[in-house]
């Protein structure tokens, strides 16, 4: 089983629809949670942290469940240069704070 | 600017050479890590280091080597020992890491796409 599991994708929605990503993590003991972008051959740049009591940045807004070891993140009315590939990262204490990422899920936003 | 800096962008290699791969940052990070990505897939961590002159391996260190003499620079060499070496590889650097450090962000350079034939 990966540590970090993402939906697969790809999401193909229209400008202005809302979609939702879903993660889980596999190991209990996991310290922080991120979502970051990656965009088409670039490096990923940091989108927000995840915090227990759920954070909200603009349009997107994420959750986390740690009894569920359940991540999510939400994008409202999408726009065409939200295109792009979100990460769900796990920071772990041991092993100098290394991040585990998913797979990425890949968003296509459509005019 | 303060930033990371990985050169070069494209990197070609003949099978059974060694390469090294350069990671510079001058935002006075006292960490600095390497990871790995293959199309489609999360990015692997190859090692780290949390302090000048030490590091560690992270999940995927065989074939590869590192070292951090200065602050900021983590060089990463690819040596002929790694067998599937064309990837894209990624340096980040982070404040530090300790109690209380949960939340700090990890800065991407722009990676280097090595291609080995």
């Known amino acids: 089983r990966k540590e970090v599991e993402q939906d697969p994708g790809p999401f193909n929605v229209p400008e202005g629809a809302t979609v939702a990503f879903n993660c889980t993590y596999s190991?209990?003991?996991?310290?922080?949670f991120f979502w970051y972008r990656q965009d088409c051959r670039k490096e990923p740049k940091l989108l927000m942290s995840?915090?227990?009591s759920g954070n909200e940045d603009g349009r997107f807004t994420a959750q986390l469940n740690r009894a569920s070891q359940y991540i999510s993140l939400l994008i409202r009315d999408s726009k065409l240069s939200d295109s792009a590939t979100y990460l769900c990262?796990?920071?772990?204490?041991?092993?100098?704070?290394?991040?585990?990422f998913g797979q990425g899920t890949e968003l296509s936003v459509k005019p | 600017d303060g930033g990371i800096t990985q050169s070069p962008k494209y990197l070609f290699r003949k099978e059974g050479q060694n390469v090294t791969l350069s990671c510079e940052q001058n935002l006075n990070h006292d960490a600095m890590y390497w990871y790995r990505q293959d199309p489609g897939q999360g990015l692997r961590l190859i090692y780290y280091s949390q302090i000048v002159n030490d590091f560690q391996k992270g999940d995927i260190a065989e074939g590869y080597s590192v070292s951090r003499e200065k602050k900021e620079s983590f060089p990463l060499t690819v040596t002929s020992a790694q067998k599937n070496p064309t990837a894209f590889y990624l340096c980040?650097?982070?404040?530090?890491?300790?109690?209380?450090?949960?939340?700090?962000?990890?800065?991407f350079g722009p990676g280097t796409r090595l291609t080995v034939t």
């Open positions: 990262v796990v920071r772990m204490v041991r092993q100098g704070g290394k991040l585990i």
């Open positions: 995840v915090y227990s």
């Open positions: 190991n209990s003991a996991s310290q922080s």
């Open positions: 980040a650097s982070s404040i530090t890491v300790g109690p209380g450090t949960s939340s700090y962000e990890q800065y």
